[in-house]
């Protein structure tokens, strides 16, 4: 079992279109590696380069590498398992790590302007708050 969190552009689906949305989605069919991050969108990829400074994705590009371990072997147990789509950032991580996962991810995703789905949680979904025009 993992703990599993994800975050979407808010411009991709509606509340209650989600579910039809997440069970396409989560097929990964799109054509590309789900392990970069240059295929998704400016504010996923800026979520996504902070994300993994406190939970490194054990696959792709950005992986941790065996000296990364060797200097660190505390990284071992925030190493995430990261599906990256066009439209969404998909973490897997130890539930060991929940608690701290899910508030990074969530003030994250409020910093960079990306919804989350609490896919481990409830599945509620959180939305960045708008800005009024100014």
């Given at each position: 079992m993992s703990y599993d969190l994800l975050a979407f552009?808010?411009?991709?689906?509606?509340d209650g279109d989600f579910p039809a949305w997440w069970d396409e989605q989560s097929q990964w069919s799109e054509d590309h590696s789900y392990d970069d991050p240059d295929v998704t969108?400016?504010?996923?990829?800026?979520?996504?380069d902070e994300l993994i400074q406190a939970f490194p994705p054990m696959?792709?590009?950005?992986?941790v590498t065996d000296e990364d371990l060797r200097r660190d072997p505390?990284?071992?147990?925030?190493?995430?398992?990261?599906s990256i789509g066009t439209s969404l950032v998909?973490?897997?991580?130890?539930?060991s790590q929940a608690r701290t996962a899910r508030a990074a991810?969530?003030?994250?995703?409020?910093?960079?302007?990306?919804?989350?789905?609490l896919v481990s949680d409830?599945?509620?979904?959180?939305?960045?708050q708008r800005t009024p025009a100014g």
């Open positions: 552009d808010p411009a991709a689906v509606a969108t400016p504010d996923l990829r800026s979520f996504y696959n792709g590009p950005d992986a505390e990284l071992e147990s925030r190493m995430t398992d990261y998909y973490g897997t991580f130890s539930w991810f969530t003030m994250l995703a409020a910093k960079h302007g990306v919804a989350v789905a409830d599945g509620s979904i959180l939305r960045p």
